[in-house]
């Protein structure tokens, strides 16, 4: 198995570290979407999600492709997939303590 650097372990989870960022990618979860289906199914405004979503694209997190005038997004891989669902599992087991807890490091 490959090592990869601390730093660039920090960059990938950052990609995960906002609200608005694990909203796009729950909407991704079962198919891709449009920015404009993004927009409407977080209630988000254009702009801001352009640029969520370049962060997550940028991170190697989620993929685009053209069709037309249209850019579809949708999660890079089974694994991240995979990694998503974990983050429900890990997080059904410790939320009350995420919920509780005041002091993070940044």
Known sequence: MQLIEIDTKVKFLRGFADKTR??????????EKTVSQIVEAI?????????????????????????????YYRIRNQQVRELLNMFNVVLADVQNDVACCDSHID
């Open 22 to 31: 694990i909203q796009i990618l729950e909407a991704l979860m079962d198919e």
């Open 43 to 71: 209630n988000g405004n254009q702009s801001n999600i352009s640029q969520h979503l370049a962060c997550l694209k940028g991170c190697g997190i989620i993929v685009g492709r053209q069709e037309g005038r249209y850019c």
